[in-house]
T-cell receptor, first 114, second 114 residues
Framework: DADVTQTPRNRITKTGKRIMLECSQT?????MYWYRQDPGLGLRLIYY???????NKGEISDGYSVSRQAQAKFSLSLESAIPNQTALYFC?????????????FGPGTRLTVL | QKEVEQNSGPLSVPEGAIASLNCTYS??????FFWYRQYSGKSPELIMS????GDKEDGRFTAQLNKASQYVSLLIRDSQPSDSATYLC??????????????FGTGTLLAVQP
């Protein structure tokens, strides 16, 4: 089984709908991250969390919210989806240990907002 | 100035040649540097991490770091068509010597011609 899983893998929705993307990990890592990837813009950090009680905004948090339900689960919500939120979304994890910086990515969720 | 800069490419090399990928970064206090490979539509996967000035070799891959010049590179020897992918440079950013997050470049597309 994959260490970092994301659901759904693909989603098509309409403008104004509320969407939740979920991320689960079995790596036992404390730190979790949400990124979006757009052609030509690379990976951009939306939110990150260092433990269940710690949530931090990334560079592009507007229009998004997150919930860290447990050490293993980190969800990303779009309260009212808009077309420019169409992108590939990745969850990542890293460990609080010797190699704290190395991030491991989930398979991604392709979101299309019509 | 972008925090992490890469030439978008495409960089085209013949099979068996050495591919040289370059990255510059703006934060002088950064301590950790990574190269990820990403196939189209897939998630980034870690190839190399480097923390000290000099070279680090792993199989056909060599990462080179020059903190004074704020430059990190990846060399791929004996390039294979399966190496064709986008290569993402990532730099650790943080405070007090700890890394809180990674900043990614936009990636260089490598095409290895059979």
């Amino acid at each position: 089984d994959a260490d970092v899983t994301q659901t759904p893998r693909n989603r098509i929705t309409k403008t104004g709908k509320r969407i939740m993307l979920e991320c689960s990990q079995t790596k036992g890592h404390d730190r979790m991250y949400w990124y979006r990837q757009d052609p030509g813009l690379g990976l951009r950090l939306i939110y990150y969390s260092f433990d269940v009680k710690d949530i931090n905004k990334g560079e592009i948090s507007d229009g998004y919210s997150v919930s860290r339900q447990a050490q293993a689960k980190f969800s990303l919500s779009l309260e009212s989806a808009i077309p420019n939120q169409t992108a590939l979304y990745f969850c990542a994890t890293s460990d609080l240990g010797e190699n704290t910086d190395t991030q491991y990515f989930g398979p991604g969720t392709r979101l299309t907002v019509l | 100035q972008k925090e992490v800069e890469q030439n978008s490419g495409p960089l085209s090399v013949p099979e068996g040649a050495i591919a040289s990928l370059n990255c510059t970064y703006s934060d002088r206090v950064s301590q950790s540097f990574f190269w990820y490979r990403q196939y189209s539509g897939k998630s980034p996967e870690l190839i190399m991490s480097i923390y000290s000035n000099g070279d680090k070799e792993d199989g056909r891959f060599t990462a080179q770091l020059n903190k004074a010049s704020q430059y990190v590179s990846l060399l791929i020897r004996d390039s294979q068509p399966s190496d064709s992918a986008t290569y993402l440079c990532a730099v650790g950013m943080g405070y007090g010597g700890a890394t809180n997050k990674l900043i990614f470049g936009t990636g260089t597309l490598l095409a290895v011609q059979p």
